[in-house]
């Protein structure tokens, strides 16, 4: 079939609207496009409600639209066309002078202000459900227990006494989390974890160590840190030149603790001060390699240089998402609130499971 002017306009005339000639006449519509005749052909035809003319949407229109929403959220959703055109314009402020803020403000969210909200729920689930933002925000906060204090444990096994019971079981933080992870993260959540492993041992981490020195009864000593000192001196006593030395001298040895579990930083420089001490008072030092080195779990982000980093970002967000190994460091060891104060707060929960695994 050839499509001519006349047969073109002829078809064009079922139509009112030039997406129904489009959908149903291709060719006709098509042929119309390459030789310049669809203005003429569909001048009868009707705009829809969403493909207005040029210069339709005035500021005046625009503002007339906006004045059905309260927020800038349902006048984007309602009328997206409005609302970009006002914001493509630079008229967005103005013509939503009126609305509400659907977000609040930074540093809106007190202490206080998130009590008030906790309040409405008997649950932390119902809290967590149905306020999502406050319950993170909170949770951010480390003010959970506290506004959380009036809420009911929904079906949970575990209470305070079933937890206190179980760890006792336990020698270590490590093994109790290890082998009964309910009671736990039970005692973690509710604030009582302290307390009922008050009764375990302390042990390091790969960004807490403790001194340690094996002394001889022949006036050889060996200085060394360690983030778990039962299991290092196991190490010490199948290889190594504390090893080699028992073997050949068959001495007597003492082993001390000469510190806490502390900032890896800070040990790494007293290891070298007790091993100069101990040097500069007569003893024979059997270390091998220079003090002040980690061994095979060498940290890369000790807290300066996690400080050094976060420095660099002004919301935890893009310290998170651009420098994910300074974040987590920073999360483990508790330095977060410390090394983020000068960061900017973001009440902006655009992805609330996201921002729930940032803060645990």
Not at 113 to 126: H, L, M, N, V, W
Not at 165 to 185: D, M
Not at 205 to 231: M, P, Q, S, W
């Amino acid at each position: 079939m050839k499509w001519t002017y006349d047969i073109c306009k002829e078809i064009a005339k079922k139509y009112n609207f030039r997406s129904d000639f489009k959908y149903n006449d291709t060719c006709a519509y098509d042929k119309c496009i390459r030789k310049g005749w669809l203005e003429d052909v569909c001048s009868h035809m009707e705009y829809k409600t969403n493909h207005k003319p040029i210069g339709y949407w005035t500021k005046e229109k625009c503002q007339e639209i906006a004045l059905k929403y309260k927020s800038r959220t349902d006048f984007q959703k309602n009328s997206n066309q409005a609302y970009t055109h006002s914001m493509e314009n630079g008229w967005l402020n103005d013509v939503c002078s009126r609305m509400e803020y659907k977000h609040k403000p930074n540093r809106y969210w007190t202490k206080e202000r998130c009590q008030e909200i906790a309040f409405k729920y008997k649950t932390r689930g119902d809290f967590k459900k149905f306020d999502n933002s406050v319950y993170a925000i909170s949770l951010n906060n480390k003010w959970l227990n506290d506004i959380c204090s009036h809420m009911e444990y929904k079906n949970s096994y575990w209470d305070y006494e079933k937890c206190k019971k179980e760890s006792l079981k336990y020698q270590t933080k490590t093994k109790f989390q290890k082998n009964s992870r309910g009671a736990y993260e039970f005692s973690r959540k509710n604030g009582f974890l302290n307390e009922i492993c008050s009764h375990m041992k302390i042990t390091g981490n790969k960004y807490f160590r403790c001194i340690y020195v094996f002394e001889f009864d022949n006036n050889h000593a060996y200085v060394g840190l360690t983030y778990n000192l039962n299991v290092r001196k196991l190490g010490h006593l199948r290889k190594g030149s504390v090893y080699k030395y028992m073997k050949n001298s068959n001495s007597k040895y003492i082993l001390k603790q000469l510190t806490n579990y502390i900032d890896i930083d800070l040990a790494q420089k007293l290891e070298n001060e007790y091993f100069e001490k101990y040097k500069n008072n007569g003893w024979i030092m059997l270390n091998k390699l220079k003090t002040g080195g980690v061994g095979g779990s060498e940290i890369i982000w000790s807290k300066e240089k996690c400080k050094i980093e976060a420095l660099k970002y002004k919301h935890r967000n893009d310290f998170r998402k651009n420098s994910s190994g300074a974040y987590n460091s920073t999360r483990l060891n508790n330095w977060l609130d410390e090394l983020c104060s000068h960061m900017i707060v973001n009440i902006k929960w655009k992805n609330r499971k996201k921002w729930k695994n940032l803060n645990q």
